[in-house]
């Protein structure tokens, strides 16, 4: 609107100075055609000036909000490149990069103790919702005229926001929770929330929140480390237990089953004695009774020649001689054959 009044104003001004121009040349009888020339080419710059306010430019990673005269901020906005708009129409450029702030503020935990946080949040502001970010806000910072960058209004509000959310997340925690396992817990927690107040209030997307660290002073700074300590201790201890416990469950196995082998093998070698032992007497008994059924034959052929010990001493001599090698035996493969062959010989 002020671009509109302005080369209004100018067009009127150079539109009177023209008619100025043209009355005092008529009456001083020196009109010429190049001064109507240059007044008009005057009076047409404003017209070209309002043609060149139709158009604008949005910059890569950019986002533009349209303000209009007429009815203030409206739901729309402008995409990166060149967009034609209205007279009535200004154009707010906001940058759609991430952007980080670094925030240093305390908290107190549910017994009462405080803790001071260095937090990073780092958020942006989406093409959809900038207008609302626009309204709430004022848009980004400005650059003074000495090319310094002016803290922006939102800069304040995050602040708070921050305070506010983080608050509400450290009051579920002890100091003692909120500086060990429970750290991680609170941090999803305040990041959950945080970016759902950015959105629902400024139209802010959080990307992510870090705390940084977490100071509660040096007297629940030594009560953390000794804790810590003592139980990197307990738990030392504990797996050395477990260790031992292995071992000698390792040990009582490897004795369990050396003694399971060795009785293995004692019972087969019972087992394989008793065999070849049932073995040999089977075999000894067997030859044995050969020999008394070819004496017993002898003896039914030869009954009334032949006494049955002749006999015996007959069927012995062919046995011994068949099989002998020429050296003389020293003992006898089986006792109940020794037995059998001296009663023979002795006539028992």
Known sequence: MALLIIMIVVAVIATLGLVGVIIYNIKENNWHPANFAWTTLTIGIPMLCLLFGTFTKINKNEVGIVYDDR?????????????????????????????DKFIETSAQTDDGQYATFEIAVTY????????KYFRTTGG???????????????????????????QSTTIKFNIFSLL????????????????????????ITLRFAVFKDVDAGEKIEEILKAKATAEQQISIAQKEAEAKLVTATNEVAVAEKEAEQKKILADATAYATKVQGEASGEAASAYTDSILKMIDDLYVEQSGVLTYDKCANIILSIVFYDNWDGVLPTTLTSDSLSALIGALITGA
């Open 140 to 166: 980004d910072a400005k650059k003074s005229l000495n090319g310094e960058e002016k803290k922006s209004a939102f800069d304040d509000q995050l602040m708070g926001l921050v305070e506010k959310e983080l």
């Open 71 to 99: 009815y203030g901020v409206v739901d729309k906005h402008f995409d990166e490149g060149f967009h034609k708009k209205s007279i009535f129409e200004h154009v707010t450029k906001i940058s759609t990069l991430n952007r």
């Open 124 to 131: 942006a502001v989406e093409k959809e919702d900038a207008p």
């Open 180 to 203: 060990s396992e429970g750290l991680e817990t609170a941090r999803v927690d305040f990041e959950k929330n945080l970016a759902v107040s950015l959105k629902e209030q400024y139209g």
